[in-house]
């Protein structure tokens, strides 16, 4: 049991709509990131915040954007979907090691 | 670049026939490398860091070494239960936790 959950567990949106999706972790870790995994592929870093404040981002446009609160729940926003946003999007939290990263279960977005 | 690549793509063993998994990886300045499972659907489950060339680690089955260029993830008499897809990745930067995936290799164990 990692203590990262999401919401929701599957979506499925049109091509020009914009979504949400919720991560929340356990109490006192103040890294969250957020990865798209494509079908087949590995996950891709989209960008990471700490202490609600961005502190890395990957190749991704500005139409993906996120928050992190101070209970410690983030959201990833992605703007204008295109056919290609259609991936597995997971958020990970730092573990009990000094460098581990503990994913949750993802949110299966489909664009049509 | 970063970059991470796993051999084989896809590897079927039968019930108790031993086999290891390669990842090869370019980075500067090495952190950490990690090894994570992945059944469909889900996400990825952490098994091993590992921090610098000769370390080993053991769980179960699963034994992860480290050299300076590649990652071997070894099984030892898998199960079916063992069937998953096994992720390796990298972690480079000083002040991130940025992680840098390989593909993956799909492990299918057959009874």
């Known amino acids: 049991e990692t203590g990262v959950t999401q919401s929701p567990t599957h979506l499925i949106k049109t091509r020009g709509q914009q979504v949400t999706l919720r991560c929340s972790s356990q109490?006192?870790?103040?890294?969250v990131s957020w990865y798209q995994q494509a079908l087949g592929q590995g996950p891709q870093f989209i960008f990471q915040?700490?202490?609600?404040?961005?502190?890395g981002r990957g190749n991704f446009p500005p139409r993906f954007s996120g928050l992190q609160f101070p209970n410690y729940s983030s959201e990833l926003n992605v703007n204008a979907l295109e056919l290609d946003d259609s991936a597995l999007y997971l958020c990970a939290t730092e573990g009990q090691g000094a460098l581990e990263q503990y994913f949750g279960p993802g949110t299966r977005l489909t664009v049509t | 670049e970063d970059q991470v690549t796993q051999s084989p793509e896809a590897l079927r063993l039968q019930e108790g026939e031993s086999s290891s998994l390669n990842c090869s990886y370019t980075v500067s300045g090495l952190r950490g490398l990690f090894w994570y499972r992945q059944d469909p659907g889900k996400g990825p489950e952490f098994l091993f860091t590992?921090?610098?060339a000769g370390e080993e680690k053991e769980k179960e089955r699963l034994k992860a070494t480290l050299t300076k260029k590649e990652s071997f993830l070894h099984i030892t008499a898998p199960k079916p239960e063992d069937s998953a897809t096994y992720l390796c990745a990298v972690q480079a930067p000083a002040g991130s936790y940025q992680l840098t995936f390989g593909k993956g290799t799909k492990l299918s164990v057959i009874p």
């Open positions: 109490s006192g870790h103040n890294t």
């Open positions: 590992l921090y610098s």
């Open positions: 915040y700490y202490r609600e404040e961005e502190n």
